[in-house]
Every structure is written in structure tokens, then in C-alpha cells.
């Protein structure tokens, strides 16, 4: 790479996560002009990969939902390739907090996805008393998520993970309600906030790893 692409590179990394809260920090120099610190190659590709599982997450919850709604034949192979994801989301905490704290990630967010599937069973046969039963357990796996992370990470509030987790509900079910009254503009509308929501809430999760543990950056 000659020393202009490179330039060039490295700016255009600082570019892209100006947005980002926490990824960049802008500094004083001479005259008061304002600067931004580039983001190291690491960061970037910690960001990537953090974005990309979730965003699968998204994408293959989506992928269930359509497919049990429709009973089609792939529903089985749909749910390990989810089901799979969550354990890829686990294996990625693993290198800062070790292997017993991504296994139990990968718990709690495989009883995300196991609950989500009754849920969207019990929607399907209209049975409201168990979908109610099935919400409260919903959104007590995610106050257990947001319990989990923050213990491991002074910069991810408990509130504010929480909040976080209780809009992906929120989008998830708007989801499954528009699909149930095959409302496909406000199906695809709640799948685009909620991609929108989820690659917010990996850049959080990125800046807070980044910030803990600077020395592996």
C-alpha cells in the first residue's frame, strides 16, 4: 500500500465512525481547531464484525418468523442457522471476558430466540393468555441480558441495556403483529427500524469493549 492510499485509508475509517458514540473523540489543537483521533484497524474491524452478527440476528429472526407463520418446509433449518447465531454472538465476547461469559450469553440470548419461537406460535393460534404469560418471560430474559452485560462492563448501564433490548422486543412484535394482518408495508417498516435499532446497539457494544480494553486495540 503506498503511503497516499494509506492516508487515505485511515481517513476514511475516521469518516465512517464519526457517528459512532464513543468510537472517536475530538481533540484541541493549535488555534482551537477541532481535530478527530483516527480509529485503529482493530476497532474498525471489531465494529464490522459486532454489526454483522447482529444485523444476523435481525435477519434470520426474520427469516423464522416468516417461514413458521407460513409452515414452510425450511422452518427447522431457518431456526438452527438463528439458533447458531446466538452462539456466534457469545463465541465473540469470549477474547475480553473469557469463555464463561460468552457461553452464558449465548444462553441467555438462545432462551431469547427459544421464547420469541412460542411467542410467535402462540400468536399464530390467536392463544392470548399464553402470549401474554410468554411476553413477561420475554422481557425478564432481557432485564437477565442487560443484568449480565452490564456486571461485565462498567461502560453498558443496566438502563440503558435494558431500554435497548426493550425496543428490539418492541420492533420484534410489530413485526410479528404485521405479518399476522398481512400488513407488508408496516412489516417491512418495523424490519428496517428494528436493522436500523440493532446496529445502534452493536456500536454500543463495541465502543464499551473498546473503552475497557484499550491495550488490546
Known sequence: MTPLLKKVTLLLMCVALL???????????QGNVQQTECIKPK??????D?????????????GYLVSA??????QEKVLARLLKNQVDIG?????????????KLAELLTE???????????????????LDKLNKEWFRNADDIAKFLSSANPNWPEKDIKEMMYTHLKLLSENLQARLQKNWEA???AFDKG???????ADVLTAGIIKQFPNQF
Open 19 to 29: 457517528g459512532v458514540p464513543g468510537m472517536a473523540e475530538a481533540k484541541e489543537s
Open 112 to 130: 431469547h430466540i427459544v421464547i420469541a419461537g412460542k411467542i410467535i406460535d402462540a400468536a399464530k393460534k390467536g392463544d392470548q393468555g399464553t
Open 69 to 74: 407463520l407460513a409452515g414452510l418446509e425450511d
Open 187 to 189: 412489516d417491512i417498516a
Open 43 to 48: 476497532e474498525v474491524k471489531l465494529q464490522g
Open 195 to 201: 436493522v436500523d435499532h440493532i446496529i445502534a446497539m
Open 91 to 103: 463465541n465473540a465476547i469470549k477474547p475480553y471476558y473469557g469463555e464463561e461469559a460468552g457461553k
Open 50 to 62: 459486532m454489526r454483522k452478527l447482529w444485523i444476523d440476528h435481525m435477519i434470520w429472526t426474520r
